[in-house]
């Protein structure tokens, strides 16, 4: 098991190379590198801190950051842990594979987009670095997400990314659709054929909840400012500099949480009760 104090879940950047109908972001530019870390000013700042951080990467595609590699080898030899949100289509997966040790990544979150892959004949390039890193060791898994637009093929999806040896997930919609929204418009009986528990509805309900987000958990922007979540825009500090942790948790006073921490995050959420 991967020990970490704190986890920093940074969005890198809106720029991606896919253009889902489902996606959270409203993208400008697409197949073209974003920005650079600040490598030197992250590490200054993790080498001065006393915790143990895991730095969750997403966006937008992390891999299309310019020196994403670079950043990953001196986080996770410094002791530090990661975990990956990608599509997989980068080349630097290749790169990756080889200059990461996969003890030091919790997981990486291989997202399955099967229309833009059909759009743009990409499926054989995420088969390539899907299985790739899975013989090397990562711990990966393939989850698609389950828009309610897409409910006809997705079985038929999952079946043949089965049939290619990869167990497919399914994650749940987070957003309106035909004016309803989701996920709580989904029925139970939809969720079980998909693997999903009906329960999983009540995460993103998070009113009156306890959530350590801001106390172990915050996000943080493509700019490295860190904030309690992404409901409560309470700046806490910058990557690069420092982080003013709060206390202790906090009783959650929005209604909707489309990325709760104390469920995205369980044994960390956990660790402050023990």
Same mark, same amino acid.
């Given at each position: ?6 986890w ?14 489902y996606?959270?972001?409203?993208? =400008?530019? %697409?197949?073209?590198?974003y ?23 997403t ?7 310019r ?59 995420y ?21 309610? !637009? ?14 290619? !040896? ?19 418009s ?10 999903i ?6 995460? %993103? ?29 309470? =700046? ?24 709760p921490?104390?469920k ?11």
């Open positions: 098991m991967k020990v970490y104090d704190k920093l879940q940074w969005d890198l950047g809106r720029n991606c190379n896919l253009d889902c109908d996606c959270f972001d409203s993208k =400008k530019e %697409f197949n073209s590198e920005r650079e870390i600040n490598i030197d000013a992250v590490m200054n700042f993790l080498r001065s801190s006393v915790y143990k951080y895991r730095i969750g990467l966006g937008g595609e992390p891999f299309l950051i020196n994403i590699i670079e950043f990953c080898e001196e986080v996770t030899t410094a002791g530090h842990i990661i975990s990956i949100n990608s599509n997989l289509l980068s080349p630097k997966l290749v790169e990756f594979e080889r200059k990461i040790d996969p003890a030091n990544v919790l997981f990486i979150h291989a997202s399955y987009h099967h229309r833009e892959l059909e759009k743009f004949n990409r499926l054989e390039k088969l390539l670095h899907y299985k790739l890193l899975e013989k090397s060791g990562f711990n990966i898994y393939a989850e698609a997400v389950l828009y309610p !637009g897409d409910i006809g093929v997705l079985r038929e999806v999952e079946i043949n990314l089965n049939n290619l !040896g990869i167990k497919l997930k399914f994650a749940p919609y987070i957003g309106r659709y035909e004016g309803d929204w989701y996920p709580d989904y029925s139970d009986d939809l969720l079980r054929q998909f693997n528990a009906p329960e999983i509805k009540e995460h %993103f309900s998070q009113k009156g909840e306890i959530c350590n987000a801001g106390y172990s958990a915050a996000i943080v922007d493509p700019d490295g400012d860190v904030r309690v979540c992404f409901n409560y825009k309470e =700046k806490l500090g910058n990557i690069t500099e420092a982080i003013n942790w709060n206390e202790e948790p906090l009783i959650c006073q929005h209604k909707k949480c489309g990325c921490l104390n995205y995050d369980k044994e960390l959420f956990d660790k402050f009760w023990r």
